[in-house]
């Protein structure tokens, strides 16, 4: 007997698990409030098997994070996957600031509403019932996670998905849980019996199986249009680097990568709204309430690292490699490149000095081009004919950070120069030629030695 194929086996396991409750509510004697409680049970089994998703996503978001967001824009705007050890796809850089808002956002609000709405069924939860949603919330964790591992990593489903995308099911099964619970919650009691649980029953079923349905369809509510589909999201393609040696190559020292980054971090906490934190830190202070004052003072301090952390991501392992009139960005730590321009494509070129630059000595290069750069963010996704492609060697404005010689830089971008290939192969010239020549002077020098028998 062949065994079911991997997607199979993910619609099976959901819908097993989705059974526990239920066959339990109606042959085992449930009480309704274990089938409510098992309906939460579900929600956070569904958030959290979509955490764990959402770092493997490989395609980009359609309209997300802009660019020009300071704290999670540079990571967001990353080329390039980190290869996992074991059976474990590649991991995205650019999918972290999606699950640090779902981890610490997202998802302690979703659950929240969950509660929210479960108490509103006013369930009474003796050590029983309990027992009870702590079993059916183990079948739905365990259901729920063989469908992430057959269908999102067996059967390859992470490619066709963004970090945004994986967001789609669990706010769609909020919706609908939460509408179950808060419609017929307060008559649970009142109509306990075989006809209401059955309807209840069929109910959360005919959800599992339209949700099922929809995977498969071109049909795009409004979640789909919110957090994006398969159909919506952007296939990456990679950033075309010429071949042959550059050249002309740059980057940052790592001493400098890192006071930027932390002139960078510091600056954030006082230019964004992160600035709260210091007023409510200084109130709290004021009325002495030195312990509880240094919670806001963590926050910005958590947000100020964040920075950090990403500015020197985007400026720190990044070198600049010139190919006579392409500049490329290459990412080393994930040897990737990040971006392309065309010197033809520059319509404006400004050298400046930073604090950090000041301190260090060195120059800051901004490249600018005729490309829009406003972030293409909107409240809806657009329609799946309407998606842009990739624009990944668009001849985007680029910046060049703390470079010990602009004009050297500037010069090698205009064409000049010569490859690295070039430049050793006539170095070793240079040497063979300048060691013959002095063997020859040195030949020419050595006064003859008389001989005995002359």
């Known amino acids: 007997m062949r065994p079911p194929s991997t997607r199979v086996s993910g619609v099976l396991a959901v819908l097993v698990s989705n059974a526990v409750a239920p066959l339990g509510v109606l042959f085992l004697g449930w009480a309704p409030a274990a089938l409510f ?18 770092p493997f996503a490989a395609k980009r978001p359609n309209n997300a994070i802009g660019d020009g967001d300071r704290l999670f824009g540079p990571l967001q705007a990353k080329r390039g996957s980190v290869s996992l050890p074991g059976p474990l796809p590649p991991g995205y850089l650019r999918n972290v600031p999606t699950l640090l808002i779902a981890a610490f956002l997202l998802v302690p609000l979703e659950l929240a509403v969950a509660f929210v709405a479960f108490g509103l069924t006013d369930p009474v939860v003796t ?4 027992g009870q949603i702590l079993l059916g919330g183990a079948g739905v964790f365990v259901g729920r996670g063989v469908e992430t591992v057959t269908k999102y990593f067996a059967a390859g489903g992470y490619r066709d998905h963004s970090a945004r995308s994986v967001l789609l099911p669990p706010f769609k099964f909020l919706f609908a849980a939460g509408l179950l619970m808060f419609v017929f919650g307060p008559f649970a009691v009142e109509l306990e019996n075989d006809v209401f649980l059955v309807v209840l029953v069929g109910l959360k079923l005919l959800y599992d199986l339209r949700a099922l349905q929809l995977e498969r369809s071109e049909t795009r509510g409004v979640f789909y249009r919110l957090y994006g589909s398969e159909e919506t999201e952007i296939e990456p393609i990679p950033v075309e680097e010429p071949t042959g040696a550059p050249t002309y190559r740059t980057a940052p020292a790592r001493a400098v990568a ?3 980054a ?13 600035l709260w934190c210091y007023g409510v830190a200084a109130a709290l202070v004021f009325f002495g309430a030195w312990t509880f004052a240094l919670a806001p003072l963590a926050l910005a301090a958590a947000f100020g690292t964040l920075r950090g952390v990403s500015r020197y991501l985007e400026t720190g392992p990044v070198e600049f490699r010139c190919y006579g009139d392409v500049l ?11 971006a392309r321009l ?6 404006e070129i400004g050298v400046s000095t930073h604090a950090v630059d000041r301190l260090f000595g060195t120059e800051t290069i901004r490249f600018e081009t005729g490309v829009d750069t406003t972030p293409d963010v909107q409240l809806t996704v657009p329609d799946p004919e309407e998606v842009r492609t990739d624009d990944a060697n668009a001849n985007h404005p680029m910046t060049v950070p703390h470079v ?5 830089v500037l010069a090698a971008f ?3 120069g010569e490859t690295e290939a070039e430049a050793e192969s006539e170095a070793e010239t240079e040497t063979e030629a300048g060691t013959e020549t002095e063997a020859e002077t040195e030949a020419e020098s050595e006064t003859p030695v008389p001989s005995r028998d002359g």
């Open 37 to 54: 409680g098992v309906f939460v049970a579900e929600i956070a089994a569904v958030l959290w098997w979509t955490l764990v998703k959402i």
């Open 127 to 130: 050590d029983e019932v309990a």
């Open 258 to 260: 890192l006071a930027d």
């Open 262 to 274: 932390v002139y960078q971090s510091l600056r954030y906490t006082v230019t964004s709204g992160v």
């Open 328 to 338: 490329v960005a290459h990412d080393a730590l994930l040897d990737e490149p990040q």
């Open 342 to 347: 065309e010197r033809d494509a520059v319509t």
């Open 404 to 408: 010990q010689d602009a004009a050297a």
């Open 414 to 416: 205009d064409g000049g």
